[in-house]
């Protein structure tokens, strides 16, 4: 979801084995077995520009969720 979201891909190493490239499409490129050694080649290629997602990040789903809030706060005053 990371790969898809900010539209690059996602490199990933951890000492738990789980080692991946992933597409900006969020498909797995290439990865190892986890709990083996062993070394990674992937092709990557560098992007430029934003996503709508890094560009205006929560602010649309916060916002909306407040305005519910209000919308819900003033029914139940005026006992609607």
Do not use: K
Request: glycine share 12%; aromatic share 6%.
């Amino acid at each position: 979801m990371r790969a898809l979201e900010a539209g690059r891909y996602l490199i990933r190493a951890a000492n738990d084995g789980i080692t991946a490239v992933i597409s900006p499409r969020g498909r797995i490129v290439n990865r190892l077995p986890q709990f083996r050694p062993g070394v990674l080649r992937a092709e990557v290629r560098p992007m430029t520009g934003l996503t709508p997602y890094a560009r205006v990040g929560n602010y649309p789903v916060v916002c909306g969720a407040l305005g519910l809030l209000a919308v819900a706060a003033w029914r139940r005053r005026r006992g609607g």
